[in-house]
């Protein structure tokens, strides 16, 4: 007899927007996959995980950052939640400039990925297809 599926497995957890929060996202993020015997997306997830809550904690106001990973039959899912209503917009950054690629990393990397603004905030959400990195 087959066990009947519970459902996606979810991680989540909430930072303070610190200059140490990417780094713990990206850690939290990496081993939440590695136990999911997904190592084959560690490298990309941390990329975006990290321009994610870099985002938040330079761009934002939010005393939390609130990041989750929920992996789906076919993909997983990495939100990262503030409390800031602005949409974030891709920015168009010259060829010598040191930051504002962020967005296109994450753009790169992913099948898809997007913002929805809530109430009380937004969240930015990307997606890799399970058992396999974009590249």
Known sequence: MKAAPTGPQRYSDGYSPRDTAPARARHDVALCLRTWGLDALVDDAQVIVSELVTNAAKHTKTRRIGV?????PDHVRIVVT???????????ATSDAEAGRGLQLV??????????RFRTGKQVWAELPAGKAVS
Do not use: F, I, Q
């Open 68 to 72: 989750s990973v929920t992996r789906h």
């Open 82 to 92: 503030d409390t800031s209503r602005t949409l974030p917009t891709p920015a168009v």
């Open 107 to 116: 753009d790169r990397l992913t099948t898809r990925w997007g913002s929805k």
